[in-house]
């Protein structure tokens, strides 16, 4: 495990959030103001000595938007493994699926939130 102080990973997460790709800015558009079943995600976030492209704490989920350079990357397998031992579920799209089909992407992603949900769910009726 990699080790990052703290004040790093919120520096590189503050740095990331601004410098946001494409597939990154067009996913956050759909899963940001608890779009998706309600998930709060935060983009950017630090976690461990990682930053996670998409994280929501609640339901346990860490979403990543690669582009080529995580081909098959040792790197990625020891980063998903860290992140699944602190009970982390993650999933990864590749930036031309999200802006090829993000309807598939976000279909996933409900999905996966619907088999983990939140375990507090807010009442019915929020928002209206």
């Known amino acids: 495990m ?3 102080p703290a004040d790093e990973s919120v520096t590189t997460a503050r740095r990331l959030r601004r410098d946001m790709t494409g597939a990154e800015k067009r996913l956050w558009a759909k899963l940001r103001d608890h779009q998706l079943e309600d998930a709060h995600f935060r983009r950017q976030f630090p976690v ?15 979403v990543e938007v690669d582009g080529s350079q ?5 790197r990625d397998d020891a ?3 860290y992140l699944q031992t602190l009970g ?5 799209f590749w930036n031309n699926d999200v802006l090829t089909n993000i309807e598939g992407v976000v279909e996933t992603i409900r ?3 619907r088999l983990h949900p939140h375990p ?5 009726g929020r928002g209206d």
């Open 70 to 74: 995580h081909a098959d990357t040792a």
């Open 48 to 62: 461990g000595p990682y930053v996670a492209d998409f994280c929501c704490r609640q339901a346990k989920l860490i």
């Open 79 to 81: 980063r998903t493994a």
């Open 111 to 113: 999905e996966s939130l």
């Open 88 to 92: 982390y579920r993650v999933l990864r």
């Open 2 to 4: 990699p080790s990052r």
């Open 120 to 124: 507090d769910p807010p009442p019915e």
